[in-house]
Structures are given as C-alpha cells and as structure tokens.
C-alpha cells in the first residue's frame, strides 16, 4: 500500500511505515493535479497538513483512498464529515505539536513585552550611530511574572500555553464553551509534579482580567475577537494569535493598536494567508511569524510518529 505525504512527513514517521511494508511517496503534487495522481498512483493513504485541500471532488473521485491524514489538529482544510460518510478513515494529530505552538507563543509574549521585535531589526541599522536613543526608545519593557494570561479555547494546545504560563509566574484565566475545568499537571526535570486546577470562566471575564491574551479556537464563521471584543480589554493589552487566520479581525485589530487598546500583537497566522496584507507585514506593533506554530522538529517526530501508529492500526 502507498501513503502519499503530499505535504511532508518526518523521517520517523517514514521509518515507521516502511518498517510496516507501507510505500511513502513524499513528491509534493500540485493540487490540481492530485486527482489523477492518486489515482494513477493507487494511493491508499493520503497525508496533508495546511496547505493541500482534501474536498469532495478528491472524495468522490479516489477510490483507492482509505485514510486521509492531517499532520497537526484543525482540519477545515478537509471535509471531514463527508469523507467519513463516504467510509473514509480521518485522522490528525491533536497532541503532537501542543507544545511547540505553546513555546512560540510565550517566544512572542517575550518578544513583545521587551520591544525585541523592533530592537532587532533597529539595531543593525542604527545601533553605531543613535544607540542611546534605541536604549531610552525599548527601555520601558514589561515582565510577565506576576500578569495574567487570557487563554480563549482550553483544548490541549490552551493547556499546555497556560503550563508554559504558569511555569513563568502568570496567573490563568481561560474560557472554552465546551469545559468547565482543567486539571494541568506540569512535570519538572527532577520528576516533581504539580497539579494546578483551573475553573473556566466567561470569555467577557477573560478579556476584562487579561494583560496577555492568546487563541486557541478553531476556525469559525463569525470572528472570536473584533471590535466589540477590543472594546472589553483592558487599555495596552498584548494578543497572540497562533490558532487560525480569520479569527480576530485584522482591520479591527490595527485599530485597536492606533487607540491605544492593544499595545502589541503577535500573528502566526493571517486571514489572506499566505499573503498577509502589507499593512499588517509593515506594522511595527506586530511580531510576526509565517504559520509555524508546529513547526520544531520535535513535533513533527511526534506528528510523523502519531500518524504512523494510527495508519498501521486502521490498514494492518
């Protein structure tokens, strides 16, 4: 049987399926293209991250396909519920790269609250020449010991930020319409473990208490965070989005940064990905990265191993 990873797998993951008898192909076809590939190819499983888009015309007109995989969590780049009625097998990865989106978030926080966004692109440019002007322009940097973190949807990847959180002396406050707590265990170097128990409270509530705020949701029709939203936050509030381009509102978003609501933000994704608007690519208020949440090679060992497992469960 052959596995077609049109967007890349880990090599551990390779190593796993082929150690099992599967063929992996990791030529990357173009989508238009990817029909008659698969069909040309007889491929049985089919593995896709962000980029490739899996819908009914692939369903309907594949018939050696049996699984359709998605290295990460959200998967409104595939129809899952159609492909499932068809009797196809979908898969993805929700806790592999939890951690890795945790870390670059808190590496935005850190960005922010100390202007190294700015200072680094300033200082190459004018550090020899205007350094005592940069030094009194970046000297009024916050900590985040001793702030509180505004989580908004606790799955795993809300939880393991609200860890990282916590590990840095934040107090939590999160919201998720599907849970009323959470119970994080966080695990040190030395074996110790401490519990922590967090009770869910209202999005309004989270945005009225957060000084950081960070998305964990998955994409949805209407944005989580607008204008509206803004108006709740507390005055120089920093955000982070690493969860899905077209969850907070952009135009609303550079606004609330003009007034003065929102002191710095953090995008890892964008609604016109992948060409993000030149406004927000020019914004000195932003710390920028371009969707690469999951992307330590830790966690796509996890994710090409995670799928691996799954496949050899479902076909062996």
Known sequence: ??????????????????????????????????????NNNDITVLL??????????????????????????G???????????????????PAASSHSVAELVFGHFYSLARFLHNSNRDMPLE????????KKAYAKGTELKG???????????????AKVAIGAGMKVVAFDPYMEEANLELEFFDGQKVNFNIQTV??????????????????????VIDEK?????????????????????????????ESGKVARAALDVFEKEPEPEMGLLMNPALSLTPHTGAATNEAQDRIGEELASQIISILK
């Open 127 to 134: 550090g020899d020449t205007n350094f005592k002007k940069l």
């Open 202 to 223: 209202s999005k309004e509530e989270v945005l009225k208490q957060a000084d950081f705020l960070t998305l964990h949701v998955p994409a949805q029709k209407e944005y």
């Open 229 to 257: 939203e803004f108006n709740q936050m507390k005055d120089g509030v920093i955000i982070a989005n690493a969860a899905r381009g077209g969850v907070v509102n952009e135009v609303a978003l550079v606004k609330a940064i």
């Open 147 to 161: 702030k509180t973190l505004g989580v908004l949807g606790f799955g795993r990847i809300g939880q393991a930020t």
């Open 75 to 93: 998967m409104d780049n595939i129809d899952v519920e159609y492909a499932r009625e068809k009797g196809l097998h979908v898969i993805n990865t």
């Open 1 to 38: 049987m052959k596995v077609l990873a049109n967007d890349g797998v880990s090599q551990s993951g390779i190593d796993a399926l082929e150690a099992a008898g599967f063929e992996v192909l990791t030529t990357t076809v173009a989508q238009e293209q990817l029909e008659n590939y698969i």
């Open 48 to 73: 896709v991250r962000s980029a490739t888009k899996v819908r009914k015309n692939i369903i309907d007109n594949c018939p050696s396909l049996k699984i359709i995989g998605r290295g990460g969590v």
